[in-house]
């Protein structure tokens, strides 16, 4: 599934990828512009056997767009969904491996993990540490080597459970929250490495001061649940560790 909101220069090329690799895809237009609106329709016109179009009348955020998506796999009966986002920045190329370590691990979240190349800017390169220390923290293990890219395959029951009882981000928050959240819940995290690059042209929908606040938030929050989940956490480590 593809979360767009106003990427109507990147999703054709995006698509056309993506159904190279005899997959179905679901859009979800998370309250884009008329221009993109139009672009997402055609698309879906074209392809009206392998492409499913949902739409937010507004814009509700990269998490909610991803949520409806899972609801709408779930309606029609899928059992995974992979995730990538829309602006061109992942690694298309990388779909079957990524398909390929859900086959054979089909209770894991499969998580990709950024190879960058020079195209990255270096501030939101350093910026993800400070998250990637937050999640170990979380987490009390270095499973998750990445939680913030959005290159992603996870099992949609296991989701849909999640969702059921716990709210989940719904904006530039929903990554690392939803990966901490399923690696509480006891799914393993599969990491692939996958190449990612910021495209010149390329769309960014960060707002600095909202979604720095969300996302420092929702870390307090995961903190506060890691102290109560601890004693379980710390027996899952150690049990690992003794394999």
């Known amino acids: 599934m593809i979360p767009v909101y106003n990427h109507e220069h990147a999703i054709a090329a995006v698509l056309q990828a993506v159904l190279a690799h005899d997959v179905d895809c679901l859009l979800v237009d998370d309250g884009s512009s008329d221009t993109c609106a139009r672009v997402l329709d055609s698309l879906a016109t074209a392809n009206p056997q392998r492409v499913s179009l949902f ?67 270096a501030l939101r390169l350093y910026a993800r540490y400070l998250t990637h220390v937050w ?13 913030m890219c959005g290159f992603r395959v ?6 849909i459970a999640l969702m059921n009882r716990q709210a989940i981000g719904r904006r530039m928050n929903f990554d690392t929250d939803i990966l901490v959240r399923l690696y509480w819940a006891g799914l393993a995290v599969v990491n692939v490495p996958t190449r990612v690059g910021y495209p010149v042209d390329g769309v960014s929908h960060f707002r600095v001061w909202r979604d720095n606040a969300l996302i420092s938030l929702m870390h307090t929050k995961l903190f506060f649940g890691m102290l109560i989940r601890m004693p379980g956490l710390l027996a899952r480590h150690w049990r690992g560790a003794g394999k």
């Open 135 to 147: 999640v170990w923290i979380n987490t009390l293990s270095l499973a998750i080597r990445d939680s």
């Open 55 to 121: 739409r937010h009348a507004v814009n509700q955020g990269k998490g909610a767009a991803v949520l409806t998506g899972f609801v709408q796999a779930a309606q029609a009966g899928y059992t995974h969904l992979l995730q990538i986002d829309a602006d061109g920045q992942h690694c298309v190329a990388d779909i079957p491996q990524f398909l390929s370590q859900a086959q054979a691990r089909p209770d894991a979240v499969i998580a990709g993990y950024p190879v960058y190349d020079e195209s990255v800017p």
């Open 154 to 159: 996870y099992p949609v029951a296991a989701v």
